[in-house]
């Protein structure tokens, strides 16, 4: 095969050719033109890298509620550890486990729901044993019940009660224990003038046997009602339970304390015990979580709450617990939600985990969708730009072909030229569009056929 001549005036050579760094002609005026290809790629990569790291971010910020919780409760027996074992049974009928930690009282649950490392993120803690500090990182889930502050002694030499133990032996908890942790801070605030007293740190069954042995004089506890050495102890007629007549005073001075009676006879009808109606002193109950506590864990346990303490007692109407009261610790802005309008929509109607899920899919779904559209337009548009990219090269190599055919004057296309237009025509023949591009191709063809037309026709008159 002859060499091809090349019949073109300096610097008309084929820009389309192997090797050629002039630009690929497009035209710039064609309707619904779009951006370059680096911008396409950019736009498509980014819009897919953006809402991958949604994903991934929404799944660290609001990840699903954990299978597992744990609650610190109380000593055995005590109505904290009650109503620990009431929470772990409702919260196994929606799929949750609740680890229950046994512990001395409200001041160790305190403690250990600090500690972060202690893996506790329920417990329940009486009023005025929280700091403000502890704001930081807990949150209260409301106040559940009253713990009343009971005083058992032998014979009082002195109606006034507390005054009346200087000198004597007095149990008043272990460390850790809410009786221990009340009475420090009432010696500290000198409202309680008792020493010098002998305080035992015994446990709460430990001052039972003593109190009733007599080798005790006296002892407070923090328990409830339904404490059976808190019912023993009132049953025993050898022992005296001590009416707080000057109850209000100290509720005046303490806003952690409250005033309760305790009518005669609620204890036993049968024996009439207490034989009188009793003045007493106690704080309410909270319940405390980590303020990182999942949401929906939170409303589960307050669904609970309303199960478990909303029912009448001695010293409680009936639905006054749980109730949307912050002491030391703020209300959660879940817990506040709940008492305002009660469970999230979802969950009235699904089970637990159901409604969960479709919580985070409705939080995840706002910024996805919000970039679904432009990013789905975004990829049309590169579809479009690829087809009309492939046309738009052919239709500016047969442009310059057309000018090589005026610039031939008598002359014949060259082989150069009928090499480019047989690879046009192969290469429109294979293009596969989808049929909306259509007459986008037909014009293709039409174009190609009229220059395959000049081409013959320039040989011809050659």
């Known amino acids: 095969m002859s060499k091809p001549t090349n019949n073109h005036p300096e610097g008309s050579s084929n820009p389309f050719a192997a090797g050629s760094n002039k630009k690929i002609f497009a035209p710039s005026g064609i309707p619904g033109a779009l951006p370059p290809r680096k911008t396409m790629i950019v736009i498509v990569v980014s819009a897919v890298l953006i809402v991958s790291g949604l994903v991934w971010l929404f799944s660290i910020l609001f990840p699903l509620p954990p299978h597992t919780i744990t609650m610190a409760t109380g000593p055995d027996g005590s109505a904290y550890d009650t109503y620990g074992k009431s929470y772990k049974r409702l919260l196994a009928k929606e799929g949750i486990e609740v680890r229950l930690v046994q512990t001395l009282g409200g001041v160790d649950n305190l403690a250990k729901l600090r500690d972060s490392k202690s893996g506790v993120q329920v417990g329940f803690v009486e009023g005025g044993v929280a700091q403000e500090e502890d704001a930081s990182s807990l949150m209260s889930l409301g106040t559940v019940g009253y713990e009343p502050m009971w005083f058992f002694s032998h014979k009082l030499t002195s109606d006034k009660v507390l005054e009346a133990l200087r000198g004597k032996r007095v149990s008043v908890g272990p460390e850790g224990s809410d009786s221990r942790a009340l009475v420090d801070e009432l010696i ?275």
């Not at 069954?205 to 080798?215: F, R």
């Not at 204890?267 to 980590?290: F, G, Q, W, Y």
């Open 188 to 462: 500290k605030r000198k409202a309680l003038e008792i020493n010098p007293v002998n305080e035992l740190n015994l446990s709460p069954e430990e001052t039972q046997k003593q109190l009733q042995a007599g080798t005790i004089d006296a002892a407070i506890l923090m328990q409830s009602l339904a404490s059976p050495v808190v019912r023993d102890l009132i049953n025993d007629k050898g022992i005296y339970l001590a009416n707080f007549s000057r109850a209000d005073a100290y509720v005046a001075r303490f806003p952690s304390l409250y005033k309760l009676v305790m009518p005669e006879g609620a204890a036993n009808l049968e024996t009439d015990r207490p034989s009188r109606a009793t003045t007493l002193l106690a704080t309410k109950t909270s319940m405390i979580v980590r303020n990182d506590l999942h949401p929906a864990i939170q409303y589960l346990l307050m669904e609970s709450a309303s199960q478990i303490h909303a029912r009448a007692g001695v010293f409680a109407k009936a639905g006054e617990f749980p109730a949307p009261e912050s002491l030391e610790v703020p209300l959660s802005g879940d817990a506040k939600q709940y008492f305002k309008s009660g469970k999230p929509f979802l969950q009235r109607y699904l089970p637990f985990w159901l409604a969960a899920l479709l919580e985070q899919l409705l939080i995840l779904a706002i910024p996805v969708l919000g970039l679904l559209y432009p990013l789905v337009k975004g990829l049309i548009s590169f579809y479009r730009w690829g087809i009309q990219r492939k046309m738009y090269v052919i239709y500016g190599q047969l442009h310059w072909i057309e000018r090589e055919i005026d610039k031939l004057g008598d002359q014949p296309p060259t082989e150069e030229m009928q090499t480019l237009m047989k690879h046009l025509e192969n290469r429109t023949n294979r293009m596969k569009v989808s049929s909306n591009y259509m007459p986008m191709l037909y014009s293709l063809k039409d174009t190609l056929h009229y220059v395959r037309s000049r081409m013959d026709q320039q040989g011809k008159t050659a």
